[in-house]
């Protein structure tokens, strides 16, 4: 019996075995799935550090809901408080208004000073004005008096290095706000913007000038600044201090102790006053805080004089609340001449507002209005640092001092009556029908307010 034929099988196609990979490929195949990985890795460290940095830098929106208020008196102990300084009764106080009635003073104090001398300022620049109050606090370094000076690192990149070098070998000791490092980026922003200094303890300035020869002279024209600080005496000085050495101590870890910088400080004058101080925390300032504060609690006038008034929407609508009720509201700005034309046109980009409500806007022309004041009611006075955008109230270290005091809101007023004079005048229709170019700067120039 035969077997039945098979079929022959059909030919598989032979599939191509893979040569082994030789050691270098596999190396290298392994190295670019590495790399791979590596560039993956770098590109998440990069963004999350991007995010992180920008975090740090960007304004956190905040809110304020401010409640009736029947007066000013009954603000007051929260004006003071939420800013950091009960109300001290027995200061005096000297208003000192431009450089011809700023630096005789503050000259004569450092000639005068005995035990310590300390300064912060943002801005120290180049001039003779530098160089006498440079050689005048390294002389009395060398007398051995404690000379101690935050300056701020941007603020201060303008001066002149050799004056530094020359304050430091005769014992000065300068500390630099914020300097640029890289393990400190997310602070690169964050600048010390206080203008503050103390005399022996007993002493204290609050100001808005800068050490330069724009802030020299008496606003006499463009190239010497309007501005005006305060000269203090009583028990307020212990709180000046107190703010000089929340930052010293950040930037050198050296505490000030003892009644050599915070003696025990007698009745001096008439004032009551509170210290206020503001640093970014996150929220809310003291600053914020305040200003919307007082505002809601003025019953009769509202003066205002800044350089830098960018108001927000809650600002604008405080402000017209205050109209609402008869309260007489002025604010007095930078004209054409200004050191940032960007922010006095993202200051613009509201005005049409306040003037629909009903608030005064003067300009002033001679010069740039460096004045940072606030007065309510003809009672209580807001003098120093603070302006009113978003870079004073949130990201700047900020210091300014309230006043209690008839008199002194009087002789503020005055001053204000009297560059009145210099003054540009704005109407609400005028306002309105300003050319398209300036409107469009002004919606540009608002866009970037947060970092004005």
């Known amino acids: 019996m035969s077997l039945p034929l ?25 190295t670019v799935e590495v790399s791979h990985l590596a560039l993956i890795l770098y590109a998440f460290i990069v963004v ?32 003071a408080n939420l800013g950091g300084s009960a109300v001290l009764p027995g200061n005096s106080v000297q208003i000192l208004e431009n450089g011809d009635g700023f630096f005789p003073p503050f000259l004569a104090d450092i000639a005068q000073a005995r035990a310590s001398i300390h300064l912060e300022t943002y801005v120290w620049w180049k001039g003779e004005i530098c160089d006498r109050i440079a050689r005048a606090l390294a002389d009395k370094a060398r007398q051995g008096v404690e000379v101690r000076i935050t300056l701020d690192a941007t603020g201060s990149h303008r001066g002149d290095d050799k004056l530094y070098d020359m304050m430091k070998k005769a014992g000065v000791k300068i500390a630099l706000y914020h300097p640029f490092r890289l393990g400190d ?27 330069a020869e724009e802030w020299t002279g008496n606003a006499q024209d463009k190239d010497h600044w309007r501005d005006t600080g305060v000269r203090l005496q009583g028990p307020i000085v212990n709180s000046v201090q107190a703010v000089f050495a929340q930052n010293w101590v950040d930037e050198t ?40 504060l007082a505002i809601a609690s003025a019953q009769k006038e509202l003066i205002i004089q800044n350089p830098y008034f960018i108001p927000d929407k809650e600002l604008v609508d405080l402000i017209g609340n205050a109209v609402q009720r008869g309260v007489r509201v002025r604010l007095m700005i930078p004209g054409q001449i200004t ?10 980009k509201q005005f049409q507002a306040l003037l629909d409500k009903g608030v005064e806007i003067d300009e002033f022309e001679p010069t740039l209005s460096h004045q940072k004041i606030m007065i309510i009611d003809g009672v209580w006075s807001f003098v120093g640092s603070t302006n009113f955008d978003d870079r004073s109230l949130d990201i700047n270290d900020e210091a300014s001092v309230g006043l209690i005091d008839p008199g002194i809101a009087g002789q503020l007023k005055a001053a204000f ?14 306002w309105s029908h ?9 919606q540009l120039s608002y866009a970037i307010n947060e970092q004005l």
């Not at 050191?339 to 613009?348: I, L, T, Y």
């Not at 300003?434 to 002004?442: G, I, Y």
């Open 185 to 211: 980026l997310g602070l690169l922003n964050n600048r010390t913007h206080r203008k503050l200094a103390i005399f022996d303890g007993r002493i204290a300035y609050v100001f808005g000038h800068g050490i």
């Open 48 to 79: 999350f550090l991007f995010v992180m940095i920008w975090s740090v830098l960007h304004e956190r929106q905040s809110h304020v809901t401010v409640p009736r208020i029947a007066s000013f008196e009954q603000a007051l102990p929260a004006i």
């Open 253 to 292: 870890a050296e505490v000030l102790v003892g009644e050599k910088y915070f003696p025990h400080l007698a009745a001096a004058g008439p004032v009551r006053a509170h210290m206020t101080a503001s640093a970014p925390r996150g929220g809310v300032s003291e600053m914020e805080l305040i200003d919307k």
């Open 417 to 430: 009556e009297a560059d009145l004079k210099r003054c540009k005048h704005l109407d609400a229709r005028t």
């Open 6 to 30: 098979r079929k022959p099988e059909k030919d598989k196609e032979k599939k191509p075995t893979k040569e082994p990979k030789s050691a270098p490929a596999r190396w290298l195949a392994r």
């Open 339 to 348: 050191d940032s034309s960007v922010v006095r046109h993202a200051g613009h």
């Open 434 to 442: 300003r050319s398209l170019w300036h409107k469009l700067e002004d």
